[in-house]
């Protein structure tokens, strides 16, 4: 935490403008390029449907 004070102190010193923005949220809810499938998870597995995929909507 003291980097970041450190850093937004040499910028306001500086006269620089600081931009944030938040990462996660980016990566979490990003759209996909193309058509993804994944399996089952093991435990997850639902019985008598043990062949189905699942097909991702968002970014994981």
Same mark, same amino acid.
């Given at each position: 935490? %003291? *980097?970041? +004070?450190?850093?937004?102190?040499?910028? =306001? !010193?500086?006269?620089? *403008? #600081?931009? !944030?923005?938040?990462?996660? *949220? =980016?990566?979490?809810?990003?759209?996909? =390029? %193309?058509?993804?499938?994944?399996?089952? /998870? /093991?435990?997850?597995?639902?019985?008598?449907?043990?062949?189905? #995929?699942? +097909?991702? +909507?968002?970014?994981?």
């Amino acid at each position: 935490m %003291e *980097s970041v +004070r450190l850093l937004l102190a040499v910028a =306001a !010193h500086a006269g620089w *403008s #600081v931009h !944030h923005m938040d990462v996660k *949220s =980016a990566f979490l809810n990003g759209e996909l =390029a %193309e058509e993804v499938y994944v399996q089952q /998870p /093991p435990g997850f597995v639902i019985d008598g449907q043990e062949h189905k #995929v699942y +097909r991702l +909507r968002k970014a994981l």
